[in-house]
């Protein structure tokens, strides 16, 4: 049987919703180790379906210098419009675009 504190123990490793805990410890026969194992390559194939996905909407920022020398452009993209038009999505690529002109960095993966 799996008991509530398995249930909780996996979700305190793993962060993972309630539900999702019980569901690998039933599949896993209440093993913890095996429910964490099971949950990542449940993971990755969820990762791997999304990764064909096209972000097709998303914001530019532009950041300036105050000589106006220097400018940095910045596109982030995201699946949907909600997610591209909402203020934490918007100061996230306001924020990538300062530290472009400030560190000089153009790698992406530099900026995060």
């Known amino acids: 049987a799996i008991t509530a504190a398995l ?7 793993s962060g ?5 805990c019980k569901r690998a410890l039933e599949a896993t026969d209440g093993d913890v180790e095996a429910a964490l194992e099971k949950m990542r390559k449940d993971g990755q194939a969820k990762a791997d379906k999304k990764a ?3 972000a097709a909407e998303g914001v530019l920022s532009v950041a300036v210098a105050d000589d106006g020398k220097q400018a940095v452009m910045v596109e ?7 997610v591209s038009k909402g203020d934490e999505f ?11 002109l400030a560190t000089g960095k153009t790698d992406p993966q530099e900026l995060l």
């Open 7 to 13: 249930v909780k123990e996996l979700r305190e490793r």
């Open 16 to 20: 993972a919703a309630m539900m999702d």
């Open 90 to 100: 918007q100061a996230l690529a306001k924020t990538a675009a300062d530290v472009a």
């Open 52 to 54: 064909g996905r096209v």
């Open 76 to 82: 982030y993209n995201s699946e949907t419009d909600f």
